[in-house]
């Protein structure tokens, strides 16, 4: 798995310092590990983008301005202003040497073989919890979709896993091959339009032609 260095500065706590490290174009932080007190931090976005914006996670070499030490850790969360879109906050978790819980990417690979068949893909899980120790953490989870036919769900219990387990019940549906609601209208007119043949055929009768149907219309109301 890739490491990623990033250098962050301590700051002070609080609501006002906050505001004003955004105004500045800074986006505040803080660092957390189990047994150990927090650190608030500062950091430039830029610095964040190759931690936030990526579909696999990075283990993070820590570096506090002012510190010799360097700290393993990951991105725990990240905060976005709901308006302009820009990050706000971020949270780092230190990596011990005990199994621990992890937010992991999950990659379609593949195209489905029911999208030939006029499917439409249902994936709501973008991210799986994984729990493993660091040493072993994934980029990401990965599953093949091509087999993937209409009707058909990938579930957790699917999803092959090596020295990790992904915290969630295996029942769970991972993606789903839906009809789309092009192919069901086809296949409901379809099916409204067989209904009278087979209907006739039934009771030994010929069904009655569309337009001859139509035409009989008319003279049914005007015998009134």
Known sequence: MEQISLKVKKRETGKSFARNFRRKGLVPGVFYKSGEPSIA??????????????????????????????????????????INESMVHFDLIGLSNEPMTFEVPLVLTG????????????????????KCLPINLPAHVSIDITHLAVGKSIYISDVPVENFVIDMPGETVLVSCTHSRTSKAIEVAATEAAAPAAAAKAGGTKAPAPAAAAAKAPAAKGKK
Do not use: M, N, W
């Open 41 to 82: 931090i500062l950091s430039d976005p830029i610095s964040l983008r190759p931690i936030v914006y990526t579909s696999e996670t990075h283990i993070i070499s820590l570096i506090i301005e002012g510190e010799t030490e360097t700290r393993d850790c990951v991105l725990k969360d990240a905060t976005f202003d709901p």
């Open 111 to 130: 195209v489905a073989i029911g999208i030939r068949d006029g499917g439409i893909i249902q994936h709501s899980l973008h991210k799986l919890p994984v």
